[in-house]
Structure formats: structure tokens, C-alpha cells
């Protein structure tokens, strides 16, 4: 056993727990960094980034297949998944190491291994070599992982989690996706794209259920034109194999209905990940998986603090990286604290869905009196030199105060616009202070100011009705 003794260890080395190590690196106080798997986390390992790069492949795959439309005659001759996950990886594997090594360079010292409290200050680590940290303050950056259903465990042949569906080599002919939401709807995709006959079945009544319906209504008809059937409202029961394949038993509509098909991908959510931690011997209360902070992030209990997914929704990377951030200044002695007032969201589907800000119908569900400015893509000179047309701009603003609540953004550029819209909502920007910014032409951006203007009907390249 390895006895250590820091100023603060940080156990999780997703985009909350490395950012934090580093930052206190930078600041100068001693860190250590416990990661069980691999470092960046889910995130960057099984997640954010390989999911992004088979979507960018998926992409390039549509354009080279619709290049006639613009005059370009090319031959596509076919893919490779093999080699598609190869390049994937190489990617992967590069971040993840460049994380190790700005560790390094902070003067962060890492160590692989499984962290589990013996008490508030004390955490045995267990991998290659066993060790046994005492820390003045500990955070806890765990994150999150991939609910499962009984019906469905995870057995990486026939039921497969998000990260499997992420490293397939053999195409499925026929892919059924159990929940659509982000997760289902942007590797559903993915597979539709490459070739694969997808199933959708989601509990709910629409797709990706907390936003507002004219927001997924653009992804909803690129999917039908993809061929992907849809079935809201349905519940899956179980599967059995058959000689065809996997019978998939569900019900749509109420009615009984059966699904053949050669793998099935469950991506109905994530729960806050603590196995084998044994957070109870630190002290810290959870409350379904989940540890409630303050804006300082403490988690109740003397020199342990709480950043990430464990601390609940939004369950999102750049919240993690930002709660990180504020944190180490916080341990540095800086007077700080978490006071962000939104987080943006976005889904990588095609076309992307992007907010930032409550959904117009939860403004209106607050009794909020609203300017509503929307602005179609398809009026947009950019988009229309792009190709890139589906979707609009749609901003909410306060009717009294003109203060921006929201901005919701579905288009081909809609993950890239959305720090422009976080920039207007978190700083409390009115409809004229953006619109009144000059907006270069011509780019996928001016639909914001258009939207802003819009809501006062004085946008300029649609008719305001």
C-alpha cells in the first residue's frame, strides 16, 4: 500500500474532473487525479466525441451520395466500418492522451485505479498498485452512466449500449433504437446514413420529449425521408432470438406488434454513476443516485465538493467542465461561485437542434408575456448557397423588459450559432442589443438578428405576418 498525502484529489477524470485537476494546476495547488477507465471520461472515450466523428463520416457519406444535385459527378464505391472505427479511434486515443499529458505539464500527478472512500479524507485506490490518499478536500467528478432496462441488458451482441453502438465493425441490417431521445435519434442516424433499416420506438408521445414540437419537427421529417419508421408511444416489452433474427415484442398504440431485427440499441437515459465509491463511509447523502450542491458546489460535508452529472440536470459535458473550473478557483481561495443562468444544449441530429434558455411553452406555462421572433433558414442567402435550409431561429424576449429568454436554433450550423445565443441569454441582452449588432454577410449567424427583429415584425428578408 502507497500512502499519499495532497491538497485536493479529484477522483474522475471526465470534462468536469480533468478540467478542475488542471485548472488547480494552473493555480498552483497540489492535485491529484484518480481516473478507473480511461481519461476524459465517457465524454471523450464513449460519447461526445467518437459519436461525433461517425457523424461527421455519416455526413460526408450523404454529401459524396447527392453531389449530382450541384453538378459534380462522383463515384462512391463504398465504405469501410472497419476503418472508419480505426480513424475514430486515432482521434480518441490522441485527446485522451493529450489530457494525460496537460495533466503533466500542470503538474498534476494521475493515477489509474478504482477510488472508494474509507472516510471524509481518506480514499483507497486500487489498479496496478494499490494506494491510500489523505486529502485536505476531495471532489467527486464520477459522472454518469447508460440506464439499462431488465428486458434489455446490455450483452454487446444483441442489446447494445450507446458506447457499443459507437464501435460496431459489421454494419446491422436491421437496427432497432429503444428510447428518442438525443442519444437514440443521433446514432439512429448514423446507421440510417451508412445503410442500416432503423426502428425508433419511444415512450412518449413525441420525440425528444422537453422540447417544443415545431423544434423537432424539421428532424422528424428528415428521418421519414430517411426511411426511419417512428413509434411514439410505444413501449418495448422484451426479444427473443429466432432463426430471422431478434423478435422484438412491443406495443404502439396499445396494440401488440413484433420487430425483427439484428440488433437493438437502448438509449433511454443516464443515471449518476457511484459504483464500488462507497460514498457513504465520506459521509454524503445521495438522493436517487444524485448528490444536491450549492453554488460553491459543496455536497454538505466538511472538504468534499460535487461536480458533473452527480450533481443532476442538465447532464452535460460543458456544465461539468464549467462547475470544474469555478470550483478549482474556489479551492484556490478565489471568492467565486457557479452562477451561470443557462447551459446551452444541443443534439447532433441533421438537421442540429440547439437552445439555450427555457422552451417557449415553459415560458408560457410561467405566465411569461412574450415577443416571439422566428426566422426560417430557408430565407437565409447563406443556407440556400449551402444547401443547408431546413430550420429556423426562434427567440423568446420578455414583452415588457425586451430582455432575451431564450433562443432555440434548428439548422445545419446550429451547435456552432449557439454560443453567440448563450452570450445574449446569459448577460441578459435585449432583442435590440442583438439586432442591432451588425451580423456579417453573408452567414448562417444573420438568421439570429433577422429572428431578433422578426419579433417586432421588422425583419428584413421575410414577410412579417
Not at 27 to 50: D, K, S
Not at 91 to 98: D, K, M, P, Q, R
Request: net charge negative.
Amino acid at each position: 500500500m502507497i500512502e499519499k498525502k495532497t491538497t485536493v484529489l479529484v477522483i474522475g477524470a471526465g470534462p468536469g474532473g480533468y478540467v478542475c485537476a488542471i485548472r488547480l494546476g494552473q493555480l498552483g495547488v497540489p492535485a491529484i487525479l484518480v481516473e478507473q477507465r480511461h481519461f476524459g471520461g465517457t465524454c471523450l472515450n464513449e460519447g461526445c466525441i467518437p459519436s461525433k466523428a461517425l457523424i461527421s463520416v455519416a455526413k460526408r457519406k450523404e454529401i459524396i451520395e447527392k453531389a449530382e444535385d450541384f453538378g459534380l459527378f462522383a463515384e462512391f464505391k463504398g465504405f469501410d466500418l472497419v476503418k472508419i472505427q480505426e480513424w475514430k479511434e486515432k482521434i480518441v486515443s490522441g485527446l485522451a492522451g493529450g489530457v494525460k499529458q496537460l495533466c503533466k505539464a500542470n503538474g498534476v500527478e494521475t493515477i489509474l485505479g478504482k477510488a472508494s472512500f474509507i472516510d471524509s479524507k481518506k480514499v483507497k485506490v486500487s489498479g496496478e498498485e494499490e494506494y491510500e490518499i489523505t486529502a485536505e478536500k476531495i471532489v467527486i467528478a464520477t459522472g454518469s452512466e447508460t440506464i439499462q432496462i431488465p428486458p434489455f441488458p446490455f450483452d454487446g451482441k444483441n442489446c447494445i449500449s450507446p458506447a457499443d453502438a459507437l464501435s460496431l465493425k459489421e454494419l446491422p441490417e436491421r437496427l432497432a433504437v429503444i428510447g428518442g431521445g438525443y442519444i437514440g435519434l443521433e446514432l439512429g442516424m448514423v446507421y440510417a446514413k451508412f445503410g442500416s433499416q432503423v426502428t425508433v420506438i419511444e415512450m412518449m408521445d413525441d420525440l425528444v420529449p422537453g422540447f417544443d414540437k415545431d423544434l423537432v419537427r424539421p428532424v422528424a421529417s428528415k428521418l421519414k425521408k430517411m426511411g426511419v419508421k417512428i413509434r411514439t408511444k410505444g413501449r418495448a416489452l422484451g426479444y427473443e432470438e429466432t432463426a430471422e433474427g431478434l423478435k422484438l415484442n412491443y406495443e404502439w398504440k396499445g396494440k401488440p406488434q413484433e420487430l425483427l431485427c439484428d440488433k437493438i440499441l437502448v438509449a433511454i437515459g443516464r443515471r449518476p454513476y457511484t459504483d464500488g465509491l462507497n460514498i457513504e463511509a465520506s459521509g454524503v447523502v445521495t438522493e436517487k443516485g444524485f448528490v444536491k450542491v450549492n453554488d460553491k458546489m459543496e455536497s454538505g460535508v466538511d472538504g468534499i465538493y460535487c461536480i458533473g452529472d452527480l450533481t443532476g440536470n442538465p447532464m452535460l459535458a460543458h456544465r461539468a467542465s464549467r462547475q470544474g473550473e469555478v470550483l478549482a478557483d474556489i479551492l484556490a481561495g478565489h471568492d467565486v461561485s457557479y452562477k451561470n443562468k443557462v447551459v446551452p444544449a444541443v443534439m447532433f441530429t441533421d438537421p442540429q437542434i440547439a437552445g439555450v434558455g427555457p422552451c417557449e411553452s415553459e415560458l408560457v406555462e410561467q405566465g411569461r408575456e412574450l415577443l416571439v421572433g422566428k426566422f426560417p433558414f430557408a430565407a437565409s442567402g447563406m443556407a440556400q448557397a449551402s444547401a443547408h435550409t431546413e430550420g429556423f431561429v426562434k427567440v423568446c424576449a420578455d414583452a415588457r423588459s425586451r430582455e432575451i429568454l431564450s433562443i432555440y436554433i434548428v439548422g445545419a450550423d446550429a451547435a456552432e450559432l449557439i454560443g453567440e445565443a448563450g452570450l445574449a441569454v446569459e448577460h441578459g441582452m435585449t432583442l435590440d442589443e442583438v439586432a442591432d449588432t451588425i451580423h456579417a454577410h453573408p452567414t448562417m449567424g444573420e438568421a439570429i438578428a433577422e429572428a431578433c427583429m422578426a419579433a417586432d415584425k421588422k425583419a428584413v428578408h421575410i414577410v412579417n405576418r
